[in-house]
């Protein structure tokens, strides 16, 4: 069954610090893989995409790995701010059906 | 910066009604799509839309929804006798380009603020 899973469910963290969020999936065949974040009660902002092809990118302070042998990917996060505080979303695209399977996501909070 | 409008922002609607939800894509955008998200749930996939038909939709998209391009503006999502299991978040989304079917392909979709359905 096509399925994506993300750890940790919540994470809180200092102003100023790093942190690392996961995602592993069992979807197949793939497409792409992205990461989303979202403010409470609005619509998800895409942070990054990436293909079969692509293990790292980067989108400011987020820079996003993927590894498609594990079907893992994480979603680090830089020097971080209080606005980071949100739910991070990651989701994978099937190739063959071309459907969109999200994971439950990270609520990340920032703390001053 | 354009975005995605949705309307209304908030929709009350006894079971067993018809709703229809409003999404204002951006303007160059060829591809449309709706997302839903239950309270406290992740967002599920529920359809796309290319050239005036159905690209994709999910095994929860059955026949009581439907969408159309009624206009060159406007997408809609139609719900035609509410369930009280439709209350939701329901996010439109646009994208400029569509999903290769080869590999390497891929769009940026932008999402709207959404529409909370309450069905009661």
């Known amino acids: 069954k096509n399925q994506v899973e993300q750890s940790p469910q919540s994470l809180i963290i200092l102003e100023g610090k790093n942190c690392t969020l996961q995602c592993n999936y069992t979807v197949s065949p793939f497409s792409n893989l992205r990461w989303y974040k979202q403010d409470t009660g609005r619509g998800p902002v895409s942070l990054t995409i990436m293909t079969f092809s692509e293990n790292t990118k980067s989108n400011g302070r987020y820079t996003a790995t993927l590894d498609a042998d594990t079907k893992q990917s994480s979603l680090h996060i830089t020097a971080s701010q209080l606005s980071d505080s949100a739910s991070y979303i990651c989701?994978?695209?099937?190739?063959?059906?071309?459907?969109?399977?999200f994971g439950t996501g990270t609520r990340l909070k920032v703390l001053a | 910066e354009p975005e995605v409008t949705q309307t209304p922002s908030h929709q009350v609607t006894q079971m067993g009604q018809e709703v229809i939800l409003r999404c204002v894509p951006i303007s160059n955008h060829l591809y449309f799509y709706w997302y839903r998200q239950i309270l406290g749930q992740k967002v599920e996939f529920l359809v796309s839309?290319?050239?005036?038909?159905?690209?994709?939709k999910s095994e929860i998209f059955d026949d009581q929804f439907s969408v159309e391009r009624p206009d060159g503006s406007n997408f809609t999502l139609k719900i035609r006798s509410t369930k009280l299991e439709d209350s939701a978040m329901y996010f439109c989304?646009?994208?400029?380009?569509?999903?290769?079917?080869?590999?390497?392909?891929?769009?940026?979709?932008?999402f709207g603020p959404g529409t909370r359905l309450t069905v009661l």
């Open positions: 839309f290319y050239n005036n038909e159905i690209s994709e």
């Open positions: 989304a646009s994208s400029k380009t569509g999903e290769t079917r080869y590999k390497g392909g891929y769009n940026e979709q932008f």
């Open positions: 989701v994978v695209l099937t190739s063959g059906t071309y459907k969109y399977i």
